[in-house]
């Protein structure tokens, strides 16, 4: 069996308090991501979803535990993860062009061939045209929509042909037509890579959508809670969010984030305020 893009094993990561107590976010998680699987990770609010992406694109290291990227434990970023935030993370002062160029910029070395560097360049071209950006080449960021910005976020952490690519909540700021657009995007880019993908959301539509394995962390704290293996296969259209079965699942997993998260006490709390809801006791 070929060795999977992404494998955790026992990943633990705390951080310390000001009072110097070591507060637990991530739990014993064991993951692990196939070759040119799509594996989106939900869970409650403060699970610890964002965390264990920086962990994985070597932003923070793991408290124990060990990940390792095509067999490799990881040490620190690398081009084999790319990585796209919530925010643009674009430079303003480049353009479109620019910011597609600049991580190559950054590693230019005397080992760089002129060969290596026209595919780069070709990679790039072809990249903007896959995501309807080659009009906007020599645009600034200011000048784009969320969308486009989010687009060629996405375009900039495919460029180095990383085997792994890391989304955190990449839509989560889009209005919701957009957000379609975005994902039949994805749908199509995926099919067009070689990549593995972990996309972290808050949107569970979202995550059956573009997967092939929803995992659901539970929080306090953040470990696995439940794995679904999403049926159907990668040509989906925006049909399939009104099939039962899609409502279905997606009915199971908000209830498995819903019976994890912390809201029911708040919600007593509020009932018991308002004097609505259930009758007191005494
Ligand atoms: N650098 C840090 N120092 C201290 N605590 C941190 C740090 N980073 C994250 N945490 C804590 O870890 C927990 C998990 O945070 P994280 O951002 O990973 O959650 P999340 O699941 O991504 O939440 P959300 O869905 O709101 O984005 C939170 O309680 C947060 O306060
Ligand atoms: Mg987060």
Redesign the pocket.
């Known amino acids: 069996m070929s060795t999977p893009p992404v494998r955790l094993e026992g990943v633990g990561?705390g951080?310390?308090?000001r009072d110097g107590t070591f507060?637990p976010?991530?739990k014993g998680i064991d993951m692990v991501a196939s070759s040119h699987e799509f594996v989106a990770i939900v869970?409650?609010?403060?699970?610890?979803?964002?965390?264990?992406?920086?962990l994985i694109a070597g932003l923070?290291d793991v408290s124990e535990g060990t990940i390792r990227v095509d067999g490799r434990p990881i040490a620190g970023p690398g081009p084999d993860r790319g990585m796209v935030f919530?925010q643009s993370t674009l430079f303003p002062w480049l353009t479109v062009w620019q910011n597609l160029r600049f991580p190559r910029a950054l590693a230019v070395n005397a080992d760089a061939t002129s060969r290596e560097m026209w595919q780069y360049l070709a990679r790039s071209h072809a990249l903007l045209d896959m995501m309807g950006l080659a009009r906007v080449r020599d645009s600034y960021p200011n000048q784009l929509s969320g969308g486009m910005q989010q687009r060629v976020s996405i375009a900039r952490a495919l460029v180095a042909n990383p085997a792994v690519l890391l989304m955190?909540?990449p839509f989560g700021a889009l209005d919701a037509q957009t957000r379609e657009v975005m994902h039949d995007l994805i749908l199509h880019l995926f099919a067009a890579e070689k990549t593995t993908a972990l996309f972290?959301t808050?949107d569970v539509e979202e995550a059956i959508y573009l997967a092939d394995r929803v995992i659901v962390?539970a929080?306090n704290p953040?470990r696995v809670d439940s794995v679904h293996a999403i049926p159907w296969g990668r040509d989906r259209t925006q049909d399939l969010k009104l099939d039962q079965a899609f409502v279905a699942l997606k009915g199971e997993i908000l209830a498995r984030i819903r019976a994890t998260a912390a809201v029911h006490a708040d919600r007593e709390l509020m009932e018991r305020m308002t004097g609505h809801g259930r009758a007191p006791s005494e």
Do not use: I, N, Y
Not at 43 to 54: E, Q, V, W
């Open positions: 990561k951080f310390v308090g507060l976010v991530l869970g409650a609010s403060g699970c610890g979803k964002s965390t264990l992406l920086r923070d919530q955190d909540e972290v808050h962390l929080p953040g």
